[in-house]
């Protein structure tokens, strides 16, 4: 297993890094997914438990990946691997980081479909479509898209394609900049769309469904998904904070930027609830109707209000920016890898890991579009899963990012060496602390808890 030691280069500033991890953290996870698990959940208690787990286990997860990939400045199996040699232990703790890869590889294997309707929307958006529609004629909009597969394969292909181009010609630095205006600009979006819908959807319902918990209505499965997403949102277990990490200049406060990056991400996810759920309830959609609640609700308002052809627009593009800044980080550690390993050149690496995605996303489009061979019937770690998007969700989200995340903690507090650690966080011996126990006690107790529970070992609840 040997491999050359590649110099990627570094970011240059801090900025730069926080701009890009950020592009990496918000991204369909927040404004797509984030609002339909929290329907399917129930509300209030999913978010509370979801907040204590971004707080309690993502960001001590966080600040360990980036601590990881300082550290070892390759790409994540690499670099774990420099550091367990540096710790005297097991070189096989480089699974840490390859699990990482592959999950990163499985999410955009699903990603960039969805990130393909999202480039879709902007044309619907902007043809029109939604003014003055119905909210059946809208919900048809959706299904007809889904229900079409040349279409769905034809805006992954670009999807894949655009990150295939941008990932091969190594663009960190073009990155910064398109998320320094794109984020900003999602943010001002959203508000607008949030202070439209406060005026002419039922904002008290939706500020007592997200703030007012409800434990009767959370299932175990539902923290399960609470604890996955907090991994999912802030890109963990993935490859992308360890890698994105490698390139952070040595001087740069590893905590702080994670605590800005975890503020920027949760509040984007609110804010997104906040713009979607009075549409929701004011328009007598399901809550719990899945993966097309952002895609029915928010055309709704954009077809009603003031503006909305151009304000709907200008959302699809945001959306699509934010998911491309987090495709980019997806396949950036595999292409890394491929650099390193295999000595490709990036465009070849970045063509090789595309055209690989490219067959794995059908698996998701077929999932969508109903195909018989698509279908799955079969319960897997406490979830009964229907087709291949389902499953992959589920396996990643749900599994591998908790257990990636786990082992990740684990082997930061107890297989590094600690002043390497502290040397490395570079913070003062009091937060420090508070961190370094977290990450050794709460973070893996509260994670196998969790898991024990949902495949029966210990049973609380239902
Ligand atoms: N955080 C991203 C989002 O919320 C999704 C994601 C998960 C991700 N893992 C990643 C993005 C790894 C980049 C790299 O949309």
Redesign the pocket.
Known sequence: MSSVHVDHGQWSSRLAFILAATG???????????PYIMGENGGGAFVLVYLLCILGIGIPVMMAEVLIGRRGRQSPGNSVKALAIEAGANINWSIVGWLGVI??FL??SF?SVIAGWAVSYIFEAGSGAFVDASPAEIESIFNNLLQDPIKLIIWTTFVLVLTGIIVGKGLKMGLEKAVSIAMPAMLVLLLIIAGYAAFNGDFTRTIDFMFTPDFSKLTYSGVLIALGHA???????????MIYGAYLPQKTSIAQSVVAIAIA?TLI?LIAGLAIYPIVFGNGLEASQGPGLVFVSLPIAFGQMWGGTVFGTLFFIMLGF??F??????V??AVAWLVEKMEYSRAKAAAFAVITLWLFSMLTVFSFTGAEWAKLDFNFVGKHVTNYFDLIDHL??DVL?PLGGLATAIFVAWIMKKEAVFEEMNMSAKLFSVWFITLKWFTPIAVLFVFLNLIGIVKIGQ
């Open positions: 990496s953290a918000v991204g369909l996870g927040n404004i797509w997914k984030f999950a990163g999410i955009l990603y991994f999912f949102t802030l890109s963990l277990a993935s490859g992308a904070m991400d996810a934010a998911a800044t987090s495709a980019i980080a997806m950036e550690s990643t989200a990012l």
